[in-house]
């Protein structure tokens, strides 16, 4: 009974730490959302944030200014996607796809010098007396800085959303971005930052990567999360309680998927791997079969240009 038990806290605490980089992503998709900004790029901003993350740390030793330099690469990112779809008004969709191929081959070109140069990788948090209790121990408090900041983050991201004059602000210039201007709130200003707050996220969630769940750079090691993490903002219907769920959805079939081929299960380790994506992509087979609900959770401006003056 002991040895389930420990079994099964070593799943969730893994599946905690597969879904992280998930939450981090998607949350700030969500807020560029919420604003009416359709960022496909979030592929592209991950890969730029985690070689930059790694480049930074081999460089000096510190794995804060590691994150750091993750989440700057990821909103410099944002922010050129802000320039060309926000200033220059260029397709959003286009723009998108157009940064994750961007960011692609950008960090394989800077991360050619750290190609499989290992770190040590930064440690969970212990807390004397209480990281040793049996069970609680580990999920609470057997968990790196990544893993609490992302569900701060998404408990800030839920209370601002909620409970703030600024996520109103917000959810009005996504939804009706012209009533939003003639009362006097600067649209473009709100869309730049939810553009770069996802940016900073989704920079911040390839550093993750480089700096703990893997420790090391390899080319496209994302493996196709930054679109897990737009697919799972339509999963979630735009609410942040959803985008947790759904993270550590498909970070728990990761795990589970792991399990079995250690377990020496009689499936291909191929079909084995593409577990996590089938199952994201059932779920949202699912939940599009409801469009009605789609289409009233969706901003209604998601994607639509904002040119002020008209």
Known sequence: ???????????????????TPLVLAALGELIAEKSGVLNLGVEGMMLVGAVAAIIATLGTGSYMLGALAGTLAGIAMALVFGLLTLSLRANQVAAGLALTIFGLGLSAFLGLA????????????????????????????????????SLALFAAVAWFLARTRGGLVLKAVGEAPEAAHALGHDVLAVRYLATAFGGAT?????????????????????AGRGWIALALVVFATWKPGRVLLGAYLFG????????????????????????????????????????????????AALGKPFEPGR
Do not use: C
Request: charged letters at 10%; hydrophobic letters at 55%.
């Open 1 to 19: 009974m002991i040895e389930i038990a420990e079994v099964v806290v070593v799943i969730l605490v893994a599946t905690l730490r597969a879904g």
């Open 114 to 149: 750290y190609r499989d140069r290992p770190l040590d990788g930064l440690k969970p948090l212990a807390v004397p007396g209480l990281s040793d209790i049996p069970v609680i121990g580990p999920l609470l408090f057997g968990h790196d800085v990544f893993v609490y900041f």
């Open 202 to 222: 989704a920079g911040l969630a390839g550093a993750y990567l480089t700096l703990v769940y893997t420790p090391m750079w390899a080319d496209q090691m994302t």
């Open 252 to 299: 728990g079939v990761t795990i589970a998927q792991l399990h079995l081929q250690a377990q020496g299960v009689a499936v291909s380790s191929h079909i084995l791997a593409m577990l996590p994506y089938v199952a994201t992509i059932l779920v949202l087979v699912l939940i599009a079969r409801d469009a009605t609900r789609i289409k009233l959770n969706a901003p």
